[in-house]
């Protein structure tokens, strides 16, 4: 079963930030990315019973019936970040993640969702499927002898139409292949990023 489209486009916003130059992008996905999860829960539990009280507290959402993840494994990993989450914006204003934790954060995230919509996420469209296996090799399961070769990789790589030799006074220069634009790569060109991974065998 598919999880729901706003679901599905709350993710996609997610990704969109942590691969894009937004300014502190990494902190702005993964307190996203914490709400996501939370409506991810609250949404499987209203399905689940349409009494249920969406005002209640994340605790309440994530161990709701229906939802119940379970708590020694992806309980403790969402209810972690939220700890996080509440205090860079309760307790430290200056506190932020780094690229590795926010994309060890929504890798989570995509498990609660195929585990509350069993397997969802080979329903995602395909440069979505790319862009997370960017975001998985950045996080925890990826192989960080990977991920200066994928970089390099991606700034040599022919972007198609990119192939002009200079820039008008009235235009930017956009390299797909900076990191910075990942995320126009993945959008506009998701075949070449494709051919990139399995040229490194990232999976």
Known sequence: ????????????????????????????????????????????????????????????????????????????????????RNNMQHGNAAATVDVYYCATAIITSVKVID??????????????KIALRIIRLYSDEGDS??????????RDLRWRGTSKDHVLVTEIAIELGHRDYWQLGVRMQPQLVEECLNELGIP
Request: proline share 5%; with cysteine.
């Open 115 to 128: 585990r509350l919509w069993r397997n969802s996420s080979i329903l995602f469209p395909y440069w979505m």
């Open 1 to 84: 079963m598919a999880a729901p489209a706003d679901i599905v486009n709350a993710l996609e916003s997610v990704i969109d930030i942590y691969l894009s130059d937004v300014r502190h992008r990494e902190r702005a996905a993964f307190i996203l990315c914490d709400n996501l999860v939370e409506m991810t829960c609250k949404t499987k539990a209203k399905e689940h019973d349409h009494r249920f009280n969406t005002s209640c507290g994340f605790y309440d959402a994530w161990n709701a019936p229906g939802v119940q993840l379970p708590r020694t494994t992806l309980g403790r990993q969402v209810q972690n970040y939220r700890n996080v």
């Open 145 to 154: 002898a990977n991920r200066k070769p994928f970089e390099q990789y991606m």
